[in-house]
Structures are given as structure tokens and as C-alpha cells.
């Protein structure tokens, strides 16, 4: 696999030339995938996609595949890029619909032009009349994180090993982003059916600002008795918050009970320690792999998905945490791993 950047891509473009010459030899159908990612060489996340391509060329070696993102992330630069790649022809491109007008006119001349379009991380969020052609989005579920995080909450309640909620506030770092409020909105579709209250509460993602938001909201609404965090890294503000105001925040059957998301070390770490009750996988690995291969089957077999294909949530929790905390540690490495744990 070949890993690519804004200073690369035009050494790529003229490989691809040399590339076509080989392939004519061999005669066997020779492919080039692209991934055009959001995810930069200083995010660890993108362990998870590049590992998992590499796999995807060990079981396909007729194919090889490009990992291009930039760590000045920018949509313009996210698109320039997008544009970049597509001038090489590809045959394929994988790519997280991160602004649905900015990718629509470069997404749309490359399928024209016959390239297949996989959307992966980020769909396209327009109805499937309006939404970017591609043959499939393969992702997580926004909605369905927070919704599996709070029916999985209720069924510890159920069996008295956390407190039943009276009350859950959603703390979000970003008031405008559709992902986090979707994931608020899932949590507070399980929680209302057991008869809770559930206030969703823009904390900023400044850890001061955060912890004065969230004690202001705790000590307004004394009913309080869960908070979700819809990004792993705030949980120990949240954590921490609860802590000081002597509302017993670790997993039990009195206090707060604190959920979180993502399988960062962080939010794997807080329920390790006992002081989360559960986080998310959304699948990154399944990210990487899973666009190859079905832009692999459209090129070789026509094969196009008919739906959605969801890579999570999967719940983690006490009893697999710590298998993912090895799993992670292999992405990672064990000094990303322990900077990254807050705790």
C-alpha cells in the first residue's frame, strides 16, 4: 500500500503510467484503489484504515491501494486532494462524504467518468434521491450509538447493577455537528421509553469551560443520575465533575453512571478502571477494508451493494475491554496508547 499526500500525489500520477505497462504483461487484471481520507498521519485512527488495507492487498495482490490524507486538514484541502486523485484515474475511490455540497461536483464527474465511488466514515446525509451516487456507505451509525449505548444502560439497570435513569443529560462538545446531536438523539430515544428526562448540554471542548458547564447543569437538575459524553476524550471531565460533587460516578448501583463513545484509550481505559460503564467500537478497521473489497467485486463481478453496509456500534464494555485494550495497543502502539489516556 502506498501512502500519499498533497506533495506525493503528483509522483503517483506518473507511477500509474508505469503501473499500466506491468499490468499488460502479467495479463491479469490489475486494479489501483484509492482512499482519500479525512484522517491525517498525526490521528492514531488512521492505523486502523491503512493496517487494514494492507490486509486487503495480502488477500488481493492484483491490487494495490493508496492512502492519501493531509494533517492540515481543511474541506478545501480535503477536496483538492479528492480532485487530485481523481486526475489519475483511478480504479476506484474510497472517501467519507465530509461536506455533502463541497464532494457532490468532483464525486459526481468521477462516477460519470466511470470510476466507482465507495462512501466510508461519513454518508452522504441527503435523502437516497438527492444523496452522491455511490455504490454503498460503509460506516457506523450516529443514531444507533447512542440509541445501543442506552438500551444496553437500561438492561444493567434492569438487573440492578447501576442505578435505573431519572435523569440523563448528553454532553456535547459541538452544538452544530448532525453526528453528535445524532447520537444524543439515540440515547434519548432509549432513555425516554424507561421514563427518564434526557437535556442535551453544549459543554465546548475546552476542559475548563466543560467541567463549569457540566457542574452548573448537575447542580440545577439534582436528578441527574447519567451522563453521556459524545466524545471519549470529555468523560473524565465528566468523570471528574461528578466526582468532586460527591455523586459517585463509578460503576455501581448508587450515583451517576457515565457513558461514552469511540474506542480510543481513553473512553477503553474508563471502563477498565471501572469508572465507565460502556464506550463504542464503529468499526474503523471494517472502514478500511470493507470499500476495497467491494470496489474490488464491482470491478471484477458488476456486484453492488442494495443498502447501507454498518460497520457499529459494537458495545464495550467490562467484560471485552480488555481484549480491545490489546487490540488498540496493536494500532496504536503502547506510546500513543498511554499518552492518550487521560485518566
Not at 98 to 124: Q, T, Y
Not at 168 to 185: E, F, I, P
Not at 243 to 249: F, G, S
Request: net charge negative.
Amino acid at each position: 500500500m502506498k501512502f500519499g499526500n498533497s506533495i506525493l500525489l503528483s509522483a503517483l500520477m506518473a507511477a500509474t503510467a508505469l503501473g499500466g505497462i506491468a499490468n499488460a504483461q502479467d495479463g491479469e487484471k490489475q486494479y489501483r484503489f484509492v482512499m482519500v481520507s479525512h484522517i491525517g498521519s498525526n490521528d492514531p485512527n488512521m492505523g486502523w484504515l491503512t493496517k487494514s488495507m494492507e490486509e486487503f492487498e495480502k488477500k488481493y495482490p492484483n491490487v494495490k491501494t493508496e492512502y492519501i490524507s493531509t494533517n492540515n486538514y481543511s474541506v478545501q484541502e480535503h477536496v483538492r486532494l479528492l480532485e487530485q486523485a481523481i486526475s489519475t484515474q483511478p480504479d476506484g475511490i474510497a472517501v467519507p462524504i465530509v461536506s455533502s455540497d463541497a464532494f457532490e461536483a468532483p464525486l459526481r464527474k468521477a462516477i460519470e467518468a466511470g470510476i466507482p465511488v465507495v462512501a466510508f466514515n461519513i454518508p452522504d446525509g441527503r435523502p437516497d434521491a438527492e444523496r452522491i451516487p455511490y455504490l454503498t456507505y460503509v460506516g457506523g451509525d450516529e443514531y444507533l450509538t447512542g440509541k445501543k449505548l442506552g438500551e444496553y444502560a437500561l438492561e444493567k439497570a434492569e438487573a440492578g447493577e447501576i442505578p435505573k435513569p431519572t435523569r440523563v443529560v448528553c454532553a456535547s462538545h459541538d452544538s452544530a455537528h448532525q453526528g453528535l446531536k445524532a447520537r444524543c438523539a439515540g440515547m434519548k430515544d432509549a432513555m425516554e421509553k424507561a421514563g427518564a428526562k434526557v437535556d442535551e448540554l453544549f459543554i465546548g471542548a475546552e476542559p475548563a469551560t466543560a467541567r463549569n458547564a457540566l457542574q452548573a447543569f448537575l447542580q440545577a437538575n439534582p436528578d441527574t443520575n447519567y451522563i453521556f459524553t459524545v466524545a471519549g476524550w470529555s468523560s473524565p471531565w465528566a468523570w471528574g465533575v461528578a466526582n468532586d460533587m460527591k455523586l459517585d460516578p463509578d460503576v455501581d448501583d448508587k450515583g451517576v453512571t457515565v457513558l461514552t463513545v469511540d474506542e480510543g484509550p481513553v473512553s477503553i481505559e474508563g471502563v477498565r478502571a471501572g469508572h465507565v460503564l460502556a464506550t463504542n467500537s464503529q468499526g474503523f478497521w471494517l472502514q478500511g477494508y470493507a470499500p476495497m473489497e467491494w470496489l474490488y467485486w464491482n470491478k471484477e463481478f458488476g456486484y453492488a451493494p442494495q443498502s447501507n453496509i454498518l460497520t457499529g456500534p459494537v458495545i464495550i464494555n467490562k467484560d471485552n475491554a480488555d481484549q480491545w485494550a490489546e487490540l488498540v495497543r496493536g494500532v496504536f502502539g503502547d506510546k500513543a496508547y498511554d499518552e492518550q489516556n487521560t485518566w
